[in-house]
């Protein structure tokens, strides 16, 4: 009886402090909701998770996590699953707790077929120590806040840990990245796990330049030997083997891209389904590679290739992963950035993109990472031939505004404005209605956009 007290204390002390931030436009309210509803009852995800009907998934990996998870809720919902998700991309505990009690009814009852949770790299061994999935999705390992998470082996240990924790209790489902070499060997010689692979055997950049050099990362074989590349499509993400015999995985699912700078049109062949073709009403390899994780996913889960193309289809973009909006009448697209290689992928789109402006905002709290040398590994070198005004907004505007002059861009086409309302104020005010601008922040920056330009 008194566990259920604290049960119920900590779902309406949840929704009743998640109602208050919201309506006082304080944030999201996804954090200090969950803190407190731990506090009070520390089982409280536990025993919401537990009820859940079907699988409970988990999305983790450095890029992509939010709008690949974004994609699987939508596949699920089209075929008639009810999902409970932390669409608002809170990936730790907190975040991930107030979520579910989002998704429960007053008296602690979650009446969902599917849990589907993005999870932050670092806190996966964690979530697992209260919760037990049933598939896990890996899409991409790159560095990213080196201070918060260290080097890649760090990160993959951590996941790996995450499922072997995981394949200890129960048959455990992977979906794998085959094109990413440290992602597709994550699992070896971890048993109870059942493994699939996913990735592109052709990608085709459509009225853009395809010999743009990306960031690189650095993928060895565990056997110390450098990869050997047939094709490389970015980073360290591609056709890959040694001369020791390791080489990229057979997929399950396998796809072809043809990608432009609004959209992208993929081409996919599962032994389950069949080909189908879907096109995503987002530009971008990225997000082409966070579709056909999630495509995977969903076939299998035995979703009809029908449903796959119409969740796709149906797909409403999470704030800030290249999401379109109208302030003052004026087409912007903001996608969030946060390492090199995404980084360098959004600005080849804005690059190729004639009608672009360009509005850079850069902090360093905590949540987006201190240290910000990241923006000296990201191509900024792509804007060279950029003629335009291109805006540094944010805390570090000054080091930002640095990097492009020694990226070749001249002096007189920087603006520096650290206040960031001042600074999409400058580029609205000097956008032409057939112009579209680019803003491209660091986590906090994003949600200050997302509280003062919904």
Known sequence: MKNKFKKISSIIATKITRSVITKMNAGGGTNLPGRIARKIYPL???????????????????????????????????????VAHNKMGANMLPGITCAIIDNASLTGKLNKDYTLLEIDEAYCTKAVDE?????????????????????????AKKIREAIEKTAAKKQLKVALNADDPIVSFICKGIDNVDKFFYGFE?????????????AKEVAACACGCKLEYQKIFYGHVGHYRCCCGKHRPDTSVVANASIDINHTDLNIF????????VRLNMPGLYNAYNALGAIAVAINLKITKEKIIEGLS??????????????????????????????????RTVREDKNSKLLIIINDDYADGRDVSWLWDANFELLNKYNKQVVASGIRAGDMAVRLKYAGISSENIYIEENIKKAVKHCINNLKDDEKLYILPTYTALLYLQKHYK
């Open 270 to 277: 599962s032994g389950q389904t069949g080909e189908f073709n």
């Open 202 to 214: 052709k990608i085709q950049f459509l009225n853009q330049e395809t010999d743009i050099a990306g």
């Open 314 to 347: 149906n797909y409403n973009t999470i704030f800030g992963r290249a999401e379109t909006k109208l302030i003052n009448g004026k087409t912007a697209l903001i996608q969030l950035i946060k390492n090199p290689i995404g980084a360098t992928e959004v600005l």
């Open 131 to 155: 919760f037990t999935p049933d598939l896990f999705l890996v899409t991409n390992l790159f560095r990213d806040q080196l201070d918060r998470y260290g080097e890649l082996d760090t990160t």
């Open 44 to 82: 409280i995800l536990t025993e919401l998770a537990s009820q859940t009907k079907k699988d409970i998934i988990i999305v983790t990996g450095t890029n992509g996590k939010t709008t690949t998870a974004g994609f699987i809720s939508g596949i699920l919902s089209s075929a008639d699953n009810t």
